[in-house]
């Protein structure tokens, strides 16, 4: 789990800023947060807060930050500690939709063990098999079933069947709970496979 900055002083916060809804057409346009006073620069009263960014390490993650008095904060947090007054400390502000540009107080909840972010984790760019926690172990000549857990890959077996890799793999993260936090299990029955041993079950 990160370690973020402790956050401003609410009542600083409540005399600079101002939360407001962002509506679908203004995600990427709007961060969720107004100045209520004019800040240096083009920052005036009434103008949107925040710059947008790209991650450093997820080249598809754009957030908003926010700078006050000096130090820069993930809009989201500011929004969440505005809306309910709770100290975040480390804990991390989850998007619900997944989506990072919508900071929607109603979009937007507490990861207190970090479970919320691995489930929301989307496929990466370098999966070639097309199925999630599953990818093709050349060494062994079989598919590989693997699931990140606590920021580490668990080794879950090969298999000569991508669905049954992607079966296991379905209910490791059913055994962490994951699709309730917003993980989409794997379709088995949108894999393709030519094995010749596919048993296409329902149960994971």
């Not at 900055?5 to 600079?16: G, I, S, W, Y």
């Not at 700078?67 to 809306?83: K, Q």
Request: proline residues 4%; glycine residues 8%.
């Amino acid at each position: 789990m990160p370690n973020y900055k402790p956050m401003p002083p609410l009542e600083r916060l409540n005399e600079l800023l101002k939360v407001v809804e962002i509506p679908p057409d203004k995600y990427g346009v709007w961060s969720g947060l107004v100045w209520q006073v004019s800040r240096r620069g083009p920052a005036r009263a009434g103008s949107v807060a925040g710059t947008l960014r790209t991650h450093s390490r997820l080249p598809r993650r754009r957030d908003w930050y926010v700078r006050v008095d000096g130090l820069t904060y993930l809009a989201s947090r500011i929004i969440y500690y505005m809306m309910h007054g709770e100290d975040l400390g480390n804990i991390q502000v989850d998007h619900k939709d997944q989506n990072t540009l919508n900071n929607n107080k109603w979009n937007l909840r507490l990861d207190v063990a970090g479970d919320i972010q691995k489930a929301n984790v989307p496929m990466l760019r370098n999966n070639t098999s097309g199925v999630r926690g599953v990818s093709w172990h050349k060494l062994g000549g079989k598919w590989m079933a693997r699931a990140e857990i606590k920021g580490k890959q668990t080794y879950l077996g090969l298999f000569v069947c991508k669905i049954e890799a992607a079966r296991v793999v379905n209910a490791k993260w059913t055994e962490l709970g994951w699709h309730k936090l917003g993980r989409k299990l794997n379709d088995l029955e949108a894999i393709e496979c030519n094995c010749g041993s596919c048993k296409r079950k329902t149960e994971f």
